[in-house]
């Protein structure tokens, strides 16, 4: 791209199409978020001649497909912030408090309330010297990842263990007197992702999903100010379904958001 003037409008959602090699990814990721939020206008930036604009805006987020976390503990309820409502959910139990059990010992990523064989993993390694190691359930929490105390703690007939193995959408209907958790269920649900479950680890999901998520998570946040986002190629590899779901998702953001600047890198 040479002697061009790009200019993008707010408080809407922006898509920077192109064919492959026409500069779409250079433009937004190279040299817009490049930018630095709350400042006027910048030159002397190489390739561009000047970006203006900038002061209206408080923030800039990319969201790429890049992985949420490459740590194995991190699941997309602990992600989502949803683990920790329903650990404080548990703690305030009577039968939690005549144990003398808090919130932390409801963890499965601090030691206290956890299994000490597999430290809340659930499973443990298996050497197996020349070949590949191999995961086997935890002998002695046998999957649950927590001691026989805390199991003994029930919310709605069920200990904090079976809600790692419940999906998003089969938890909503046990929930849904807690507004907080019944709110972000829904909104995960409303996106197309209320097949996960609690406890699946993010490092198994998609680009497609953990960019669902990141915007996910940006909704159930507090608003701070003009927000700009960038996104990269999010509906790349996605069914037609789920395309839809994610401009709903993205209909949302910028529906409550005062004035943000969405840019939706797609490839034609």
């Known amino acids: 791209m040479k002697g061009i003037t790009a200019s993008f409008p707010l408080g809407c ?26 400042q006027g206008s910048f030159r002397n930036i190489e390739g561009c001649a000047q970006i203006s604009g900038m002061e209206r805006v408080d923030s800039l987020i990319t969201v790429d497909q890049s992985p949420l976390s490459r740590m194995q503990r991190s699941s997309v309820s602990t992600y989502m912030d949803l683990f920790a409502l329903l650990r404080k959910a548990y703690a305030a139990l009577p039968e939690a408090k005549s144990r003398k059990l808090v919130e932390k010992h409801f963890s499965f990523n601090t ?35 927590f001691k026989p105390e805390v199991l003994e703690v029930r919310y709605k007939e069920r200990a904090i263990s079976d809600f790692l193995e419940l999906s998003l959408e089969e938890s909503q209907p046990l929930l849904q007197e807690n507004k907080k958790m019944s709110a972000l269920l829904q909104l995960l649900a409303d996106i197309g992702l209320g ?12 680009g497609g999903e953990g960019q ?3 915007l996910a ?13 960038l996104l990269d190629e999010p509906s ?4 037609p379904i789920d395309v839809e ?7 949302r953001l910028v529906d409550a958001a005062i004035r943000s600047l969405w840019l939706s890198i797609i490839q034609s």
């Not at 922006?14 to 630095?36: E, H, Q, Y």
């Open 13 to 38: 959602l922006t898509a920077v199409s192109g064919v492959s090699g026409s500069g779409k990814s250079t433009l937004v990721f190279d040299l817009l978020a490049s930018a630095v939020p709350g």
């Open 111 to 145: 030691p206290g309330g956890r299994c000490d064989r597999c430290e809340g993993l659930g499973q443990v390694t298996v050497d197996m010297h020349f070949l590949s190691h191999l995961q086997v359930v935890c002998p002695e929490c046998r999957g649950k990842r």
């Open 195 to 206: 097949y996960l479950q609690w406890g699946q680890s993010v490092t198994t999901l998609s």
């Open 212 to 214: 669902r998520l990141k």
């Open 217 to 229: 998570k940006e909704l159930s946040a507090p608003a701070k100010g003009h927000t700009l986002y």
């Open 236 to 239: 790349s590899g996605l069914h």
């Open 245 to 251: 779901k994610l401009h709903l998702l993205l209909s």
